[in-house]
Each structure stands twice: as C-alpha cells, then as structure tokens.
Nanobody
Framework: QPQLVESGGGLVQPGGSLRLSCAAS????????IGWFRQAPGKKREGVSH????????NYADSVLGRATISRDNAKSTAYLDIDSLKPDDTAIYYC???????????????????WGQGTQVTVSS
C-alpha cells in the first residue's frame, strides 16, 4: 500500500525556519518525482516545490524562491522541504505527493501526482 507521511510542522515565529519531512513506503520511491504543496485557509492548494526522481532537478514557486530548499534521500525513501525566513503567509497545511510520470512543468500542478500524504500544519505566528 503506497503511503506518504509528512512530519515536521508546528508553530514557528516569523523569521524562523523549519524542515518538513515526507517518508514514503509501499512504492519504488526513487522512480517518482516528489512535490510539496500547501493549502492556506480559504485558498486553493498550490504547488511549492518539486524535485526529480534522481534529485538532480528542482523547482520552486516564486513565493518561496530563495527561502526554500527541496531535497531527497532515496536510500531512506524520504524527501525534505526546508524553509527559512518564514512569514505569516507561509501558514498552511503542507502536503507531499509522488508522481510516477508527467512532464517536468506539469509537476507544478496536482494532476500528475499518484500518491498524497495527509498533510502537516505549519503556523507562522508570534
């Protein structure tokens, strides 16, 4: 049974940083691109970042460009999203997802993804 489990969310002060983790099981992790998405209250879910199956290519949304780093450890079947200089606008539920196919630029959107995690809440507030 394919499964993705996010962790690392919580309450963070503005200007702080955090690392989100996405642990995968039940599928061949190193054959899947991984994407991070987030959904703020009252807003649509949006793509934040994605990384290729090998880890050699990455992409970031403008909203986190320069503040976020996506990475993966295929030996541990785990992907990560590090975000620093956190802002209240970063408050959202963060989801990771795995895509076995799809063009590189389609990974910005939800439709290519085969598996989704349950999400982890990130709240940026003083």
């Amino acid at each position: 049974q394919p499964q993705l489990v996010e962790s690392g969310g919580g309450l963070v002060q503005p200007g702080g940083s955090l690392r989100l983790s996405c642990a995968a099981s039940g599928f061949t992790f190193d054959s899947y691109a991984i994407g991070w998405f987030r959904q703020a209250p009252g807003k649509k879910r949006e793509g934040v970042s994605h990384i290729s199956a090998s880890g050699g290519s990455t992409n970031y949304a403008d909203s986190v460009l320069g503040r976020a780093t996506i990475s993966r450890d295929n030996a541990k079947s785990t992907a990560y999203l590090d975000i620093d200089s956190l802002k209240p606008d970063d408050t959202a539920i963060y989801y990771c997802a795995a895509a076995g196919s799809g063009s590189w630029w389609s990974l910005t959107f939800e439709y290519p993804y085969d598996y989704w995690g349950q999400g982890t809440q990130v709240t940026v507030s003083s």
